[in-house]
């Protein structure tokens, strides 16, 4: 079934470049196999494998509640297609932060963003849309903002040793923001943990959006932790690892502290360019997994903060770990089902949302004392710690001027005695007058 292989790159050194190389998913052709009795077509084989590993995380069952109607995610990645049968009427392509990267006329195959954008709301395609391949909130819209390069396009290197390339990412979240996304996926990630991404990711959450990345792809089959990957190791965003189908991390998955949960990244199915399909592996599709997920919440509670989101797709995980959070899976693998039902709870009038003192993850953590604080004493105990500075200062202030009061006189040292007088010395005898001086 696969015609062709490609893998991507794993020598990104820039954040702008992360790409495919530190979460990029390794990417075959999805083709029919010649003489098959089935007869089915490439679109309905693509449709079967989907719907398989939809299942696995109860999609199905979350679109009696939601298909992520009314929002928009925006895909951070190397372009979307929005020519792609499975996604006609979808995408909204934003600016290219890429330009200049690649030979003038050439034109960019949009490889790894239009699969990924297609796991996230792909709507089918063909009679009755029954074929191609649906997404997990197949409602939804999807904003392209190219910040990366496939690893196959000629300008890749130059964009990598580029400095000018090196706010692309950035750039593409804050866009994002101002253009109405209420989700962010960047299946795409890199060691360096830069500033401009760090400020423009924090803005994001501050303005009420939900960010989901790749975890990494840089994970071993031992139990070493890997280093941690940006932007999924930041603060607020949901860091994916990648799962098999029996629920243990993928061998490539990185494992480290960052990791929330884990979704679907081995043999994935997705769009490719030029009306193709992809099977794929990588924390590349995890991360699209999680972001339509979020998608659905969002679209069906849009009032709860980006925290809650997060709140409800932890607090619902299936196939928990031993002691309820691993670095190689988080918290466990995403439900769809089961996180909208989680989210419909956060969002009851009066919730007030977080977890109660008492609460826990896991059965090996120890509760978290809630302390409340009482505002009345702290008031009294503030004026009670000034008065006695004060007192201090006044005290300090008292001592010092009675030591200077009790300090003896210094003494000048006595005066030298007057040198002793020479004793007198006879004058010489007078000599009459006329009278030689000498002999």
Same mark, same amino acid.
């Given at each position: 079934?696969?015609?062709?292989?490609?893998?991507?790159?794993?020598?990104?050194?820039?954040?702008?470049?992360?790409?495919?190389?530190?979460?990029?998913?390794?990417?075959?052709?999805?083709?029919?196999?010649?003489?098959?009795?089935?007869?089915?077509?490439?679109?309905?084989?693509?449709?079967?494998?989907?719907?398989?590993?939809?299942?696995?995380?109860?999609?199905?069952?979350?679109?009696?509640?939601?298909?992520?109607?009314?929002?928009?995610?925006?895909?951070?990645?190397?372009?979307?297609?929005?020519?792609?049968?499975?996604?006609?009427?979808?995408?909204?392509?934003?600016?290219?932060?890429?330009?200049?990267?690649?030979?003038?006329?050439?034109?960019?195959?949009?490889?790894?963003?239009?699969?990924?954008?297609?796991?996230?709301?792909?709507?089918?395609?063909?009679?009755?849309?029954?074929?191609?391949?649906?997404?997990?909130?197949?409602?939804?819209?999807?904003?392209?903002?190219?910040?990366?390069?496939?690893?196959?396009?000629?300008?890749?290197?130059?964009?990598?040793?580029?400095?000018?390339?090196?706010?692309?990412?950035?750039?593409?979240?804050?866009?994002?923001?101002?253009?109405?996304?209420?989700?962010?996926?960047?299946?795409?990630?890199? #060691?360096?943990?830069?500033?401009?991404?760090?400020?423009?990711?924090?803005?994001?959450?501050?303005?009420?959006?939900?960010?989901?990345?790749?975890?990494?792809?840089?994970?071993?089959?031992?139990?070493?932790?890997?280093?941690?990957?940006?932007?999924?190791?930041?603060?607020?965003?949901?860091?994916?690892?990648?799962?098999?189908?029996?629920?243990?991390?993928?061998?490539?998955?990185?494992?480290?502290?960052?990791?929330?949960?884990?979704?679907?990244?081995?043999?994935?199915?997705?769009?490719?360019?030029?009306?193709?399909?992809?099977?794929?592996?990588?924390?590349?599709?995890?991360?699209?997994?999680?972001?339509?997920?979020?998608?659905?919440?969002?679209?069906?509670?849009?009032?709860?903060?980006?925290?809650?989101?997060?709140?409800?797709?932890?607090?619902?995980?299936?196939?928990?770990?031993?002691?309820?959070?691993?670095?190689?899976?988080?918290?466990?693998?995403?439900?769809?089902?089961?996180?909208?039902?989680?989210?419909?709870?956060?969002?009851?009038?009066?919730?007030?949302?977080?977890?109660?003192?008492?609460?826990?993850?896991?059965?090996?953590?120890?509760?978290?004392?809630?302390?409340?604080?009482?505002?009345?004493?702290?008031?009294?105990? #503030?004026?009670?710690?000034?008065?006695?500075?004060?007192?201090?200062?006044?005290?300090? #202030?008292?001592?010092?001027?009675?030591?200077?009061?009790?300090?003896?006189?210094?003494?000048?040292?006595?005066?030298?005695?007057?040198?002793?007088?020479?004793?007198?010395?006879?004058?010489?005898?007078?000599?009459?007058?006329?009278?030689?001086?000498?002999?």
């Amino acid at each position: 079934m696969l015609a062709s292989r490609h893998r991507r790159s794993a020598a990104a050194s820039r954040l702008a470049a992360v790409a495919l190389a530190a979460v990029g998913a390794t990417l075959a052709l999805l083709a029919a196999e010649p003489g098959t009795a089935s007869a089915q077509t490439v679109g309905q084989l693509a449709r079967a494998d989907d719907m398989a590993t939809l299942r696995k995380i109860d999609v199905p069952a979350a679109w009696s509640l939601s298909k992520g109607a009314g929002v928009t995610v925006a895909v951070l990645d190397t372009g979307v297609l929005p020519t792609t049968p499975d996604l006609t009427g979808q995408v909204t392509s934003g600016p290219d932060y890429t330009k200049g990267a690649n030979p003038a006329g050439y034109q960019p195959p949009h490889e790894h963003g239009t699969y990924i954008g297609s796991i996230i709301a792909g709507h089918g395609s063909g009679p009755g849309r029954a074929d191609g391949v649906i997404g997990v909130a197949p409602d939804a819209k999807l904003l392209s903002v190219r910040v990366i390069l496939d690893d196959q396009e000629p300008g890749f290197f130059v964009f990598n040793e580029n400095a000018s390339y090196d706010d692309t990412i950035a750039s593409g979240i804050r866009y994002a923001v101002a253009h109405g996304a209420q989700v962010i996926n960047m299946s795409l990630g890199s #060691t360096e943990a830069t500033r401009s991404v760090r400020q423009a990711l924090a803005a994001a959450i501050a303005r009420n959006v939900v960010v989901v990345a790749a975890a990494g792809n840089d994970g071993t089959r031992g139990h070493a932790f890997t280093t941690y990957s940006y932007p999924a190791s930041f603060t607020g965003v949901i860091s994916v690892a990648a799962v098999g189908a029996n629920g243990l991390r993928a061998s490539f998955s990185d494992r480290n502290s960052s990791v929330v949960v884990s979704a679907p990244g081995v043999n994935v199915v997705g769009d490719g360019p030029g009306g193709n399909f992809l099977s794929g592996d990588g924390t590349s599709p995890a991360s699209a997994f999680v972001a339509g997920v979020a998608a659905l919440i969002r679209s069906r509670y849009p009032a709860l903060a980006p925290v809650q989101v997060m709140q409800a797709i932890v607090s619902s995980t299936r196939r928990h770990p031993p002691g309820g959070y691993s670095t190689g899976v988080g918290f466990g693998e995403v439900d769809a089902a089961a996180a909208l039902r989680a989210a419909g709870q956060l969002a009851q009038p009066g919730h007030a949302g977080g977890l109660a003192g008492s609460a826990r993850f896991g059965k090996t953590t120890r509760p978290i004392a809630v302390v409340h604080r009482d505002h009345p004493l702290i008031a009294r105990l #503030t004026i009670a710690a000034g008065v006695a500075a004060a007192g201090f200062v006044v005290l300090m #202030t008292a001592l010092i001027v009675l030591l200077r009061r009790r300090r003896p006189n210094r003494l000048m040292p006595p005066a030298a005695p007057p040198p002793a007088a020479p004793p007198p010395v006879a004058p010489p005898p007078a000599f009459p007058p006329g009278q030689p001086a000498g002999p």
